[in-house]
Nanobody, 121 residues
Framework: VQLQASGGGSVQAGGALGLSCEAA????????MGWYRQIVGKERELVAA???????KYADSVKGRFTISRDNAKNTVYLQMNDLKPEDTAAYFC????????????????WGRGTQVTVSS
């Protein structure tokens, strides 16, 4: 299963950007999906995640500004980022927990390539 992310780019502080990430391939099912971000020289950190049923969770630093959503029929997860701040500048990576078999609870994480978000002050 491959994840293809799109969106991102450059924006001034206070602006907004949207990211999307579609999973493609032989998919038996997907559990959680979400986004991490990474700044050069730092560890990757969770930004937001969402369950199959649509329950979201967010990093404290983005609560109230970012919204995660998903379309299960399209195997796609979205991240709407509002009121962006310079400290949101990072490479954003989407992931999906993919089930390995229709009758198994075993899963693995599939990652998309990073998409850069740059926020200038």
């Amino acid at each position: 299963v491959q994840l293809q992310a799109s969106g991102g780019g450059s924006v001034q502080a206070g602006g907004a950007l949207g990211l999307s990430c579609e999973a493609a391939g032989r998919i038996f099912g997907i559990d959680d999906m979400g986004w991490y971000r990474q700044i050069v020289g730092k560890e990757r950190e969770l930004v937001a995640a969402i369950t199959t049923g649509g329950t979201p969770k967010y990093a404290d630093s983005v609560k109230g500004r970012f919204t995660i959503s998903r379309d299960n029929a399209k195997n796609t997860v979205y991240l709407q980022m509002n009121d962006l701040k310079p400290e949101d500048t990072a490479a954003y990576f989407c992931y999906a927990e993919v089930f390995v078999h229709p009758s198994s609870d075993s899963s693995y994480w599939s990652w998309g390539r990073g998409t850069q978000v740059t926020v200038s002050s």
